[in-house]
């Protein structure tokens, strides 16, 4: 009862937000009751009765998430989840208000959440996790976090509210220190690839410190190969073969981290056939490496939001992809910040769009990378890429920040759950 007047008001703020711009306004509602209830998250949060789970890093949150939820529901755990990958607190509490009944109360078994590495540190102040899992520390957003450093001590206080086990990236220097920290009722599960899958990642994998050996077969679940779309993990000696959402050995670390987790949280009820399949049936996530039908064609969204998901996610372009629409948005304050990457493997981008258009054609044309056309108009753009023929290689891609991704999806009509 404490919560429904904050309930009532949320929800009509969401009502009125999708009123006056259908499919967006998804974290005002959460705003306004942090500012009316703001002990709710909190107290939400630590009322599931199998726990919380939460995800963090600077990269491979959502995909992550996505997987670990797919198979955990595939061994018929009940799960709430935050499946608009809003991972701040705000976005956190709108995710909650979809599920909550007039009381506040949400169902749920248990809770597995993506979260931001900064709000994550906040949020979980006086929240306890059963299971916290840490993808990677990279050199991220440059007016956020820039600084590994900070970066790995908002994870470590993540880490610090597990009560049952942290899941952590075995390969990543920064959370290989971190968990030597943990307290000795805290279980560490390591997770990463092997010698060949890295070594097949010339640039690596985008971590701000690389350990220099990997984790050794037995000491955690590792990504033995990579192919396309397919991939094997080694469990403790046994192979495990798995579908993979997009190209790129940054999905098959996602799907390692997921199965990890899940092997973690459900003990023996947990079945290898049972997590492989759930990971290979599922799709890719909100312009990650995402293909949608538009206008009677297939379009891939690859989504680049720092230096190393930039540089993993151009690498994991097909090789002659012919058609590319590249747009930079407003997100990218100065795309100096990504100057450090090599896109020469597009080797040509039909149009560069977006508010940052001429810097991001400069950056190109630097990297070899051949431009037909800048237009900064964003709307203009797409609907000439998608009018234009068929590719003659591969399929239309397109490459976008997180602001163009937005613009993009509305400019489309694809205003559904992401």
Do not use: C
């Not at 492989?276 to 599922?282: C, E, G, V, Y």
């Not at 397109?398 to 163009?404: E, G, L, P």
């Amino acid at each position: 009862m404490r919560y429904a007047p904050a309930i009532l008001v949320g929800r009509l703020t969401r009502f009125a937000a999708r009123l006056r711009k259908p499919g967006g306004g998804s974290a005002v509602p959460g705003l306004v009751v942090n500012r009316i209830a703001p002990n709710y998250l909190k107290r939400t949060l630590s009322g599931f009765p199998q726990g919380l789970v939460v995800v963090s890093g600077s990269s491979g949150k959502s995909t992550t998430t996505k997987m670990l939820v797919a198979v955990l529901r595939a061994h018929h755990v009940e799960v709430f989840t935050n499946p608009s990958t809003a991972n701040i607190s705000q976005g956190l509490t709108s995710a909650l208000l979809e599920r909550a009944d007039w009381r506040g109360r949400v169902p749920g078994e248990m809770a597995v959440l993506e979260m931001d590495e900064g709000h994550g540190a906040l949020v979980m102040q006086g929240v306890d996790a059963r299971v916290v899992t840490l993808m990677n520390v990279m050199v991220d957003q440059i007016d956020r976090f820039h600084d590994s450093e900070m970066v790995a001590g908002m994870l470590a206080r993540i880490a610090a509210r597990a009560s049952e086990s942290v899941v952590v990236n075995g390969d990543d220097a920064y959370l290989g220190r971190l968990v030597d920290a943990l307290g000795p009722d805290v279980a560490v599960r390591r997770f990463g690839v092997a010698e060949p899958v890295m070594a097949s990642a010339p640039r690596g994998l985008g971590y701000a410190e690389t350990t220099p050996e990997r984790i050794p077969v037995g000491d955690g679940v590792r990504l033995e190969r990579v192919d396309g779309r397919s991939a094997v993990l080694d469990d403790h000696g046994s192979s495990v073969a798995i579908g993979l959402p997009a190209r790129g050995i940054h999905y098959g670390v996602d799907a390692t981290a997921a199965y990890t987790t899940a092997k973690a949280l459900l003990g023996e009820r947990f079945d290898p056939q049972t997590a492989a399949d759930a990971l290979s049936a599922i799709p890719a996530v909100f312009g990650r490496g995402e293909r949608i039908r538009v206008r009677d064609q297939d379009v891939d969204f690859v989504l680049v939001q720092n230096p190393a998901s930039y540089q993993l996610n151009v690498d994991s372009i097909e090789p002659g992809t012919s058609d590319i629409l590249f747009a930079i948005g407003s997100d990218v304050r100065d795309p100096s910040y990504f100057w450090p990457t090599d896109a020469s493997s597009l080797g040509r981008v039909s149009i560069v769009s977006g508010s940052k258009a001429p810097e991001a054609a400069l950056m190109l044309a630097y990297d070899d990378v051949v431009v037909d056309r800048v237009e900064p108009d964003l709307g203009r753009a797409l609907d000439d890429f998608l009018a234009a023929p068929a590719p003659a290689s591969g399929t239309k891609t397109i490459v976008f920040s997180a602001d163009s991704m937005r613009r993009t999806r509305a400019h489309l009509g694809l205003t559904g759950a992401e």
